[in-house]
């Protein structure tokens, strides 16, 4: 399928995100063991058949670029189209990250230009979702919407306060859309639309000219009566994550088997970077119940209800429980965490004892020592 | 472009020792050690050792090995000059193509491959050898002994050294002999069938060779017994590390388990010398509230709810509740479902063990030995798979 063209948006940095953002953009926060919150939207594209892809970006991106790198891990290291990064280009006049998605695509206005398909995809890279596209794209054709905008039925859990809702009108198209409401009304909206290259460049410049920098108030709003927007329901899992506290649950979600059967089905399947690692060795006095593990791990300690990222280390005597802990850590021998989110490279030495709460999970920044 | 030294991988060689693990795939493309092919090794080598041209020679079922080998992507041997190139045997204009006859004219037929890089030495190896081992010292070896030809040769007990290929050297380490599988060995420098040879003698004896119709064109038996007779320098590189052939269903099984023991084999983490595989793309392993794993090696896709003892588990593998793997070997994609039994076993990629079923057995008895259920093989529930078996058809649930 050569017709759509992918754009993602990564240019914010969620600052709910607290000690998880700090050295990274929300879409570079490692998430499920083995990959980044921009896999899922990125690879979810590939699936479906697109071969070029814009990722726009803002500031901290340094984690973002380390990651994709060429695009070859997703098959996107083309000579002619696949992933292209998109630095601010012609927006030397503001300070501060991008209002909204129409001011990011503004400020990369000229490479909208240059797409050579038909049709366009937008989409969040932070959500965590694996969204057949090509249906998507198909149900875009034959319901000959202007704007085909995905819906969920199913709460995504995340705060309306962040969320977008939409309501649905008698003739199947979207009438309205709430935006970031304190209680939630309609359906969600996953932000991710698809629409015609013509549109998209002629809502760009309408709403550059009248100072409209945001999507849903712009669009979803502002133009649900001139414009078709046709909801896609969508009824598999799908989650973002504006807190800590819904990073670590969302993460625990992944316990379940229903919903590790949504997001990894191997007929499409989720890339990410490839690292080499080994396969993970259990000690003999082991025990790892409940529990998603990446490779290259040691594990030689108990492991219960927690996530543990490629090259984790638990050594002999040490009990960890309900926690997430990222690429690289380690914990010493008879150390305790429960409840704990350990970034990249987190070390805690022998003999401690760190616990948080299943409402306020203790979240250690990258690199510290314990 | 010119380069120094150029790798060529003899990977055509058939497996019949490991007999259904090889019935549908070429030697080196057998799994191993969780999340590799036997290939992974000396293609990882060469890359670590900064040799970036590698000619792979394959001829028996090489489709599977074809597509894993690829452009080379995975091992960074996609290059613009140089990089991983399959060799299958080919047909030149107005002659009458040929199977590789055997090792030496598998590179005879390939020469005008070799000389597109017009390289000083080549290096020659086997895809059947689980080592980590850096060629640029071998090298280095080969030019300070200004040799025609450089052996990789590893010390074995005098005991095993009548199972291999022996070079008898002098106190400088110059090979003045050699003997395959001798009675009783002078020495215990046993061939690890890794060369480099200077390209200019061996383009010599390739051709004398090639001429000579008696021949069976092999490296062992032909061109190392010829340059010896002529008096070539031929020098012994002593390697000190871990290095196996996985040629048979035993040694195959005894490499796996070795990379259980501390230090009893090549060092996966180290990623200063990493080995490199081609990705499965799978999500993290998954650990159910029963699962009871102890030293044991377990890969990402799988997902474990069974009772997994001293095994090494590919990706993809399922040990459901109430099932037992003990000292096996689990391939990409094997099943074992509830209540049954592997031990001392390979299940080789998406073997299935139905409910109750019992493949292998532990060590005792006259006829024992590793069991293995072929690829995509079913044991049916509540059978039966004795040690020594090499199950190549489903066996089906017993009809009452």
Known sequence: MNDLHGILFAYRSNPHLRELTQPRNTCSVPFGGRYRLIDFMLSNMVNAGITDIGLIVHESYQSLLDHVGSGKDWDLSRKHGGLRILPPFSFAEQNGEYRGALEALSSVSSYLQNIRQEYVILAGGDVIVNLPVSDVFQHHLDSGADITAVCTSRSTGSDPRETIYCTVGANGLITDAAVHPNQPEGCECLQIYIMSKSLLMSLVEHCASHGVTSFSRGVLQGMAHTLRISPYLFQGYAARTHSVRQYFEKSMDLLDPAVRADLFDPRLPIRTKDQSNPSTYYGPDAAAVDSLVADGCIIEGEVDHSILFRGVRVAKGAKVSHCVLMQGSYVGENSTLSYVIGDKNVRVRSNRTLMGHSTYPLAIPKNTEI | ?400
């Open chain 2, 1 to 400: 472009m010119k380069k120094e030294c150029i790798a060529m991988l003899l990977a055509g060689g058939q497996g019949s020792r490991l007999y259904a693990l090889t019935s549908h795939i070429a030697k080196p493309a057998v799994p191993f050690g969780g999340k590799y092919r036997i290939i992974d090794f000396p293609l990882s080598n060469c890359v670590n050792s900064g040799i970036d041209t590698v000619g792979v020679l394959t001829q028996y079922r090489p489709m599977e090995l074809n597509s894993y080998v690829g452009n080379g992507q995975p091992w960074d041997l996609d290059r613009l000059d140089g990089g991983v190139h399959i060799l299958p045997p080919y047909v030149s204009s107005g002659e009458k193509g040929t199977w590789y006859k055997g090792t030496a004219n598998a590179i005879y037929q390939n020469m005008g491959f070799i000389e597109l890089y017009d390289p000083d030495y080549v290096l020659i190896l086997s895809g059947d050898h689980i080592y980590k081992m850096n060629y640029a010292d071998m090298l280095a070896h080969h030019k300070k002994e200004e040799a025609a030809c450089t052996i990789s040769v590893l010390e074995v007990t005098m005991e095993e050294a009548t199972r291999f290929g022996i070079m008898n050297v002098d106190e400088n380490d110059t090979i003045y002999e050699f003997e395959e599988k001798p009675a009783h060995p002078k020495s215990n420098l046993a061939s690890m069938g890794i060369y480099i040879f200077t390209w200019s003698k061996l383009r010599e004896y390739l051709m004398a060779d090639e001429a000579d119709e008696g021949s069976s064109n092999d490296f062992g038996k032909n061109i190392i017994p010829a340059m010896l007779a002529a008096g070539e320098k031929m020098t012994a590189y002593r390697f000190h590390g871990y290095w196996k052939d996985v040629g048979t269903i035993d040694s195959l099984w005894d490499a796996n388990m070795d990379l259980l023991a501390p230090n009893g084999s090549v060092n996966l983490h180290d990623t200063d010398w990493p080995i490199y595989a081609r990705p499965a793309g799978v999500p993290p392993q998954f650990m159910g509230e029963s699962a009871r794993v102890t030293h044991s090696l377990v890969t990402g896709g799988s997902s474990i709810s069974g009772t997994v003892e001293n095994s090494v588990l590919f990706h993809s593998v399922t040990v459901e509740e109430g099932a037992t793997v003990r000292y096996s070997i689990l391939m990409p994609g094997a099943v074992v479902k509830a209540g049954a039994t592997v031990e001392y076993a390979i299940l080789a990629e998406h073997a299935a063990v139905e409910e109750g079923a019992r493949v292998g057995a532990p060590p005792g008895g006259d006829n024992w030995g590793i069991a293995v259920v072929a690829a995509g093989v079913t044991v049916g529930p509540g059978r039966t798979v004795p040690p020594k078996a090499m199950l190549t058809e489903d066996l089906k649930k017993e009809e009452k």
